[in-house]
Antibody
Framework: QVQLQESGPGLVKPSQTLSLTCTVSGGSINSDGYYWTWIRQHPGKGLEWIGYIYYSGSTHYNPSLKSLVTISLGTSKNQFSLKLTSVTAADTAVYYC??????????WGQGTLVTVSS | DIQMTQSPSSLSASVGDRVTITCQASQDIDNYLNWYQQKPGKAPKLLIHDASNLETGVPSRFSGSGSGTDFSFTISSLQPEDIATYYCQQYENIPLTFGGGTKVEIK
């Protein structure tokens, strides 16, 4: 049973970069053929797909965030990461990492709240 | 982007009731439609994929149907543990998009 755990700062200042890491246990991100995904949920709102990275390293991002987002695989650990640059208060959300089969999101982390505030 | 319109946005029903949620896509998405359940303070959980395929371990009182642009999700006999918000999600196109959610409460 794969497990995912998000980690990173819970508070980021406006205009700075939000950086989160997802640690995967119970499965390898480099060989399993899955799409490693980031999704966010604004407080009290619905779900927004940020993007995903295939185990080969190819990425797809939400066009609404594309110029600001980078998803990458970890180099030596079973991790993948999210970077979102030039954040504003509108980026305050719970961020989930997840494992999917392209469009089906099978396994989710517990989520981590990131607040953008000075 | 493909817009996903869910209705109703909330509903209240009694234990044992049959509950149906609808989801309409802004364009044809074939059967590339999933349903998730999210309980308060928790991550979403996949219930149904490809419109009608029940995920392993999910109770059979949950079901889904539809194709093209119109889909439905049904709880055949509402249980107290089904209190949650339910989301549809399409994956015919990137970006993946979700419906606005349906909050299900017990009357």
């Amino acid at each position: 049973q794969v497990q995912l755990q998000e980690s990173g700062p819970g508070l980021v200042k406006p205009s700075q970069t939000l950086s989160l890491t997802c640690t995967v246990s119970g499965g390898s991100i480099n060989s399993d053929g899955y799409y490693w995904t980031w999704i966010r949920q604004h407080p009290g709102k619905g779900l927004e797909w940020i993007g995903y990275i295939y185990y080969s390293g190819s990425t797809h991002y939400n066009p609404s965030l594309k110029s600001l987002v980078t998803i990458s695989l970890g180099t030596s650990k079973n991790q993948f990461s999210l970077k979102l640059t030039s954040v504003t208060a509108a980026d305050t959300a719970v961020y989930y990492c997840a494992r999917g089969d392209k469009g089906i999101v099978y396994d989710w982390g517990q989520g981590t709240l990131v607040t953008v505030s000075s | 982007d493909i817009q996903m319109t869910q209705s109703p946005s909330s509903l209240s029903a009694s234990v044992g009731d049959r509950v149906t949620i609808t989801c309409q896509a802004s364009q044809d998405i074939d059967n590339y439609l999933n349903w998730y359940q999210q309980k308060p303070g928790k991550a979403p959980k996949l219930l149904i994929h490809d419109a009608s395929n029940l995920e392993t371990g999910v109770p059979s009182r949950f079901s889904g149907s539809g194709s093209g642009t119109d889909f439905s999700f049904t709880i055949s006999s509402l249980q107290p543990e089904d209190i949650a918000t339910y989301y549809c999600q399409q994956y015919e196109n990137i970006p993946l998009t979700f419906g606005g959610g349906t909050k299900v409460e017990i009357k």
